[in-house]
């Protein structure tokens, strides 16, 4: 049969193969980590970091598609399997999508809209864009993600405290904006152009980390097709060969702005799991094999709360039994070693009639599930 490389091994890349493993095919994984999320489901891995070419090359020679589950990844490294085996999505999108200054250029330049933000190589630079935009987030080009590599400034005094927080050469310097809501949009894309799009999930993040997400998102139509419209034109333009997530805001004056873009499965999508025909998961298997692409219709409503490491630190175990006595609930863990606060180590899910009734049981889920002392997540207002 035929053998699908990842680059990355973490939750993504162990939900993927666990999909591709459905589906016929064999597993091989890359990640510095040889006891990586997705070594159980793989039949090999090769431990090594994402910048070492020999490794890649290795991994590529017994693969015959190569897909990623992290943008992360070297340049050199990149051109080393794509000599070896189909890299899907290609270098060129991943080298736009992996560096935030040029992520943030492609997207104004090409006219999607984004909110407003400067570049920044010295705190000098940050303390212009606050003096200009006002309050402001400074985010590192590289590396960052479930907020880390950020800082929140206010006031131009203020700027050099942010830049040396962020400890980047370059970043990007955001205008803070008013969200009303923030939502999502994925797309499958396969090589001769084809594409599918999801229905926009619905996000709620917490200290810069996804909290929950919500399929379908109660967004009005207008919102809903213009997200549509633009991660779909987003992936034709990019080339994407795979999966495109796009993040977006609804600004509180009522403008949707792209927040930033994943060339690969998405978080804020692990409700289509159990929500869509088409798991987001399955989907990847079929745009990088050339396959015809699924469904991604809904068939039923889908939620999923996020089970962060600080839920095994406390005091008490966590309470599955308790989670999986809510209506529908299912609990996914990610088999990772050991919790470390604010690492994503699982999630619940639930699906219902409508977005709320999903929500409200996998919140239940999750309230049920925590230990006394952690805090509830915050549901939605309204
Ligand atoms: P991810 O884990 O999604 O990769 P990340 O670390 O790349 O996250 P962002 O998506 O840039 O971080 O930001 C995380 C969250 O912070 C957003 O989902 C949003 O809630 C908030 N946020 C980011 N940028 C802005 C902004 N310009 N104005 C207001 N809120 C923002
Ligand atoms: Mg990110
Ligand atoms: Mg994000």
């Not at 152009?193 to 997400?213: E, F, K, T």
């Not at 406390?314 to 529908?328: F, I, K, R, S």
């Amino acid at each position: 049969g035929a053998t699908i490389g990842i680059l990355g091994g973490g939750q993504l890349g162990r939900m993927t193969a666990m999909a591709a493993r459905s589906m016929g095919y064999d597993v091989h994984v890359l990640d510095p980590d040889p006891d990586c999320s997705a070594k159980p489901v793989a039949s090999r891995v090769v431990t090594a970091r994402f910048d070492d070419p020999s490794a890649a090359i290795d991994l590529a020679k017994g693969c015959d598609v190569v897909t990623l589950e992290i943008e992360q990844i070297a340049p050199t490294v990149m051109e080393a399997v794509a000599q070896h085996a189909p890299l899907r999505p290609g270098a060129a999108p991943i080298w736009i999508i992996q560096d935030r200054v040029r992520q943030k250029d492609w997207l104004a330049e090409h006219a999607f809209p984004v909110g407003e933000f400067r570049h920044a190589e010295s705190a000098d630079d940050v303390k212009a864009a606050v003096q200009a935009l006002g309050a402001c987030i400074v985010k590192a080009a590289h590396g960052g993600y479930d907020g880390r590599g950020q800082a929140h400034v206010t006031q131009a005094a203020d700027a050099a405290k942010a830049w040396e927080a962020v400890g980047a050469r370059r970043s990007v310097v955001e205008q803070r904006l008013d969200l009303a809501l923030e939502f999502s949009v994925l797309v499958a894309r396969r090589a001769d152009g084809q594409m599918a799009v999801y229905p926009p999930a619905r996000n709620h993040h917490s200290s810069g980390v996804l909290a929950w997400s919500v399929l379908p998102a109660d967004v009005p139509k207008e919102v809903a097709r213009t997200g549509a419209e633009i991660a779909l034109g987003i992936a034709e333009g990019l080339e994407i060969v795979g999966l495109l997530a796009v993040e977006l805001f609804v600004t509180t004056d009522g403008r949707v702005l792209v927040n930033e873009l994943a060339p690969r499965p998405h978080n804020t999508y692990h409700a289509s799991e159990r929500a869509c025909a088409t798991s987001q998961f399955e989907q990847l298997v079929r745009a990088v094999c050339g396959l015809p692409l699924g469904a991604p219709t809904l068939v039923s409503a889908g939620a999923i709360a996020n089970l962060l490491g600080d839920l095994w630190l406390a005091d008490a175990p966590p309470d599955v039994a308790g989670a999986l006595d809510v209506a529908t609930a299912r609990v996914h863990l990610y088999g990772k070693r050991s919790a470390r606060e604010g690492r994503k180590m699982g999630h619940l899910s639930a699906i219902g009639q409508s977005g709320p009734e999903a929500l409200g049981r996998a919140l239940d889920a999750y309230d049920a599930f925590r230990p006394g002392a952690c805090p509830a997540i915050e549901r939605p207002r309204g």
